[in-house]
């Protein structure tokens, strides 16, 4: 099935998984993605209350995000805690759009 991703193709940049070692975090598998920072008011109110950044996170079809991985978004540097998974908002097989969602956090690596 050919890819689709349109205007959606312009918000994804490169990120890095960060794989747990005994030694703290490593590099591991790279891969595509737009994260769009969250708009709800409760995203907002939650700003003001010291609650951390809240973000959608779109990749395209067959890349796996799970609960409580790491990723580091190449651009800047971020660093973002998933706190869902990417199976659980998939696509449609139906859809022409290949692609997945979860939710992440801002976050430090400890």
Request: aromatic share 10%; charged share 25%; glycine share 14%.
């Amino acid at each position: 099935m050919a890819e689709h991703y349109g205007l959606l193709s312009t918000l994804f940049t490169r990120c890095t998984r960060l794989v747990r070692g005994e030694a703290g975090y490593a590099d591991g598998e790279g891969f595509e993605a737009a994260l769009i920072k969250g708009a709800s008011p409760e995203g907002f109110s939650g700003d003001c209350q010291g609650v951390r950044e809240g973000y959608t996170v779109v990749v395209k079809a067959g890349v796996t995000l799970q609960y409580g991985e790491a990723f580091r978004r190449e651009s800047d540097g971020l660093i973002f805690r998933v706190t869902s998974n990417t199976r659980d908002g998939a696509a449609p097989a139906a859809s022409s759009v290949g692609v997945a969602k979860c939710s992440a956090e801002r976050w430090e690596a400890p």
